[in-house]
């Protein structure tokens, strides 16, 4: 099993920045890919951004430029650093670890966006 915890959410202006976090535990050494996803009111939840145990990083196209993911392995822990945030960029964060045979999830974080 692998426990995931978010945090770092909140409320930002538009143009401004957050960093989440998500904190790994558990069987870590199992897990071959993290991820962080969003989901808003009323719409499917999306990839936002993965690195893999190399370091590999994969960004959705509508936040390619103003965000980095991240990781500190000495941490077990992942990183979302967020610039340049515009209102549509709200929505429940969650972080995701894919492992072999099953993905885990945490239980999300909210970012709001807005003056």
């Known amino acids: 099993q692998v426990q995931l915890v978010e945090s770092g959410g909140g409320l930002v202006q538009p143009g401004g920045s957050l960093r989440l976090s998500c904190a790994a535990s558990?069987?870590?050494?199992?897990?071959?890919?993290m991820g962080w996803y969003r989901q808003a009111t009323e719409k499917k939840r999306d990839l936002v951004a993965t690195?893999?145990?190399?370091?590999?990083?994969n960004y959705a196209d509508s936040v390619k430029g103003r965000f980095t993911i991240s990781r500190d392995s000495a941490k077990n822990t992942v990183y979302l650093q967020m610039n340049s945030l515009k209102p549509e960029d709200t929505a429940v964060y969650y972080c995701?670890?894919?492992?072999?045979?099953?993905?885990?999830w945490g239980q999300g974080t909210q970012v709001t966006v807005s003056s």
């Open positions: 690195i893999t145990n190399s370091g590999s990083t």
């Open positions: 558990g069987s870590i050494s199992s897990v071959l890919v």
């Open positions: 995701n670890g894919r492992a072999t045979l099953r993905s885990y």
